[in-house]
């Protein structure tokens, strides 16, 4: 009888500890769950972060930027803001992109992803750098064959999830103005509803291939109420192939040109994510220089905060600047896989199709 009682109490206690172990273990994998960081808190005090000149390489100082200081106080610039252009002027969005008036702030954008090999490379040289920044996202990757489709997806939440705002860039990067109304309503519609599918939210800011407009598209934009964001920096990458220095150097110009800006990038492109270190590494030595002649630092921001800021541009706009049509002088010649098919194709304006992507690349 002893002996059974004692056999008793050790399989008691083993199956206390085996119960304790589970217990643990759950609440350990609900602890460490993946949470989203969102891009509507509030980011506090100026800092120097360091992030590498190569993927693998040690990390170094590189640049002052606004860290993403999540904190439980109501957020300073709520995602999304009041629009600052409801009327989806071009003249006034190209103006907007500039920013706060000679304030030296700069926000990084980039097109045409998430692509797997150049996007998943490019998010951990941001996290270094504690850089925010918009990736205006075609949706045709998130509805490709396997496995791009799976990878995409998992790097547009990943996006997300580290802070960054995504951007609507329509599903086949076509140029909206050769399109039907009712195809260009399907490349913005359908863009945002693979976006929203994937990571649960609609994108607020909206940027039209290669910069191409016109009074059409101007027209689904507004009554969507995008915000139309362009840019002031552009990188020219696309053109610039295997040539990160010389990317890196035309940012550089256009930084010191500008006094700062909305920067164009393409994280398709492996020569433009290796461009980020060096763009970084000459912003905080030129910080370190304008420290000394007392000069204020350029500033990398977040989209809210970069958007908060521009609104104090709008009193040095003119007033109802008539949207420009799209024109050489309006494109951004960039590269990445487009739809297939006739962009000229005529649609009926209630049922336009679902083009199918072209998975090739090749340069616009």
């Known amino acids: 009888m002893k002996f059974r009682a004692e056999l008793f109490a050790i399989r008691a206690v083993a199956v206390l500890v085996v119960g304790l172990a589970i217990a643990a273990g759950a609440w350990l994998a609900w602890d460490t769950r993946p949470r989203l960081v969102l891009h509507n808190r509030v980011r506090r005090p100026v800092t120097i972060v360091s992030a ?33 252009n409801p009327s989806a002027f071009l003249r006034a969005s190209w103006d907007l992109s500039m920013g706060r008036p000679g304030a030296h702030e700069i926000l990084f954008s980039f097109d045409d992803g998430p692509n797997p090999g150049t996007t998943d490379r ?7 750098a504690g850089i925010h920044a918009v990736f205006f996202v075609c949706g045709w990757r998130l509805e490709a064959e396997e496995p791009l489709r799976s990878r995409a997806r998992a790097i547009l939440r990943n996006t997300l999830a580290r802070g960054h705002v995504i951007g609507n860039h329509t599903v086949h990067h076509r140029v909206l103005p050769n399109l039907s109304t009712a195809q260009i309503a399907y490349e913005i519609d359908h863009n945002a509803e693979l976006i929203e599918e994937v990571i649960g939210q609609r994108p607020h800011l909206f940027r039209p291939p290669y910069g191409a407009y016109s009074e059409d598209v101007r027209r689904v934009v507004t009554a969507r109420r995008y915000e139309l964001w362009l840019w002031s920096i552009d990188s020219h990458d696309w053109q610039r192939v295997n040539d990160a220095d010389g990317v890196a150097q035309a940012v550089i110009t256009l930084i010191g040109n500008h006094a700062g800006g909305t920067v164009l990038l393409h994280d398709t492109h492996p020569w433009s994510v290796a461009a980020v270190p060096r763009i970084l590494r000459w912003i905080d030595e030129t910080n370190r220089e304008r420290a000394r002649e007392g000069r204020a630092p350029y500033t990398i921001m977040d989209a809210p905060r970069y958007l908060a800021g521009a609104r104090e541009r709008l009193r040095l706009l003119p007033g109802a600047a008539a949207p420009r049509d799209a024109g050489a002088d309006s494109l951004e010649p960039t590269t990445g ?11 009926p304006d209630a049922a336009p199709p679902e083009p199918s992507p072209d998975a090739s690349d090749g340069h616009s």
Not at 122 to 128: A, E, G, N, S, T
């Open 52 to 84: 590498p000149p190569a993927p693998d390489a040690p990390g170094e100082p590189v640049v002052t930027v606004i860290p993403p200081d999540v904190t439980d106080a109501p957020p300073e610039n709520p995602w999304p803001p009041p629009l600052l």
């Open 122 to 128: 490019l998010l951990p040289m941001l996290d270094r």
């Open 337 to 347: 896989a487009v739809g297939g098919g006739d962009p000229d194709a005529q649609v």
